[in-house]
Structure formats: C-alpha cells, structure tokens
C-alpha cells in the first residue's frame, strides 16, 4: 500500500546544506524541460581536469546555457514538491525512508565535484514521494527523488540504494539531458516550462494538472551505460558494494510478473548490463574496499 505522507511545512528544505556544492527518472522520468531560447553556443569543455575517468563529456551540451537548464529544473522540481504535499505523497524529513536516502547521498556527494566543477553549486536535495512506481531521478543542479515503491517493492539494501542513486547522479554530472537537448535542437532551442512528471503511478495525474506542455527526454543506452559506470564509481568509493548493482538489475527485470519495468527500454539488456558491471569489477571494487564504511546501516520498508 502506498504511504500518504504527511508533510510539515518546511517541504523543499535543502537536504545536503554541508555538500553545497554535485545531480537524474530511472529512465522515463526526465522530469525537467528548460525554458529557454537560445543560439550561439559556447564550446563545451573537454573536462580533461576530472579525476575520475568515466566523467568526460560530450561537447554538444555546450550548445544548451547550464545555469538556464538548472534553473528552470529548480523551478520545476519545487512545482512537483508542492504538488506532491497537496496530495500527502510527500514524506517529511524524519521519515525514516527519507533519513535513509540523504544519509547514503551524504556520503555520496562528496566526490561530485572531482566529476563536474558546476556540482560545487549546485544546491543537493532529497525528497521521497509516496508512490508505488518503481522510480528514482535527479534532476540537473542534483535534485534528486525517490519513490516509495522502489524502496518497498524491490526491498532495495543501502548498497543497491547507492548503485541506483550513482546512477541518477551520473546522469546529472555527465549532464546527459543538455547533450540530448543540444542533439535534438542543435543553437536553436526553445522548451517549454513544466513538470512532466512521468510515470508517477497512483499520483501520475500531477501532470495531467499542470497548465505547461511537457518535454520528455530519453536517453540513450550508450548514456546509461556511461552512467551505469560512474554510478558504480561513486557509491564504490562511499563506501558502498558495487556488486549490489548485480542484484538490483535481476530485482528490476524480475518486477512486474516477468516483464521489466517501463524505464529500463532504453537501457542495455539485463545480461549485457549483468556483463558489463562483471567486466568493470576489477577495476571498481578496489575503490570500495579502499573506501570508508558507512557508520550506519539501514533497512529497506517493511513487507506489506
């Protein structure tokens, strides 16, 4: 059953105040549209400074002006928040779910920056929302949500929570939504303000409420391997066990009676994406277990 929230009235209170400094739908869940028009663009930089390998960057994001992207992500996210708390699917901040995710983004968060210099700014938040949907995003400027039903449905450890929120974060610091813009509209780019708040399940009809067109941006799969990759990178070295990426995948695929769930069509096949991480541990787990452990351990919700 999925929880109804009872929200207090600090509902978009910044999560990681300590982190200020690193951002994704778990894959139909490109909730932001950027509302600018824009032309000339700027060459992108190669990121040849970042001193994790797998953080390069394509340079037709270049072509879309981040601060506008960020902004109008912010704006949207707020949107989504208040819409959530009008329908109680907005949990508080001693929700124990909650306290979970930002404990695991605070270890996290840290190494952001050493992938992408505009994470030092970036304003991190945490939020869950009380639908049974099996989804998570975070969203340009590291606005990152969860959905209860991720969390309950596939009783998700803290390591698969941190596999699956490297992940969205990845997306985020390889700023993969500016280079699909920048593909799709080359220097002439106008999208519309909204929240397109896909794949919400029970408060799925938030969208259907908004007065704004919705853009929904899809990734490709070369995308989301890139961030499968980091994302084992960064919960690795927060001291989490890559190899919960293994499990998690074979959850997913396994949900929803045998068919995988709408937001993995556009990743790798589930042995392709098996293969790769088996491929990459080498490489991978010598940063987890050189890395500090989390002084705590937490539990997925209880079974209904």
Known sequence: MTPSFVTDAEIAEPALAHARGCGCALHRRRLFTALLATGAAAAWPTNASAQIPECKRSMVAGLVPADQVEAAAAQQYRQMLRQAADQ???APKDHAQLVRLRAIAQRM????PECNERARQW?????????QQINAFCMPGGLIAFFYGILA????????VAVIMGHEMAHALLEHAREQMGKTTGTSLLLRGGAALLGLGSIGDLAAQGATQFLSLK??????????????????RAGYDPRAGITLWQKMMGAGGGAPPEFLSTHPSSERRIADMEERMPKVLPLFEAAARPPRRFGPPAKS
């Open 153 to 160: 449905r596939l009783q998700l450890s803290d390591d698969e």
């Open 123 to 131: 304003r991190w938040e945490v939020n869950l929302i009380g639908s």
């Open 109 to 112: 968060i840290p190494f952001a």
């Open 88 to 90: 109680r699917a907005l």
């Open 219 to 236: 990734f490709s799969r070369d995308d989301e391997s890139e961030a499968d990759n980091l994302g084992s990178v960064l919960a690795a």
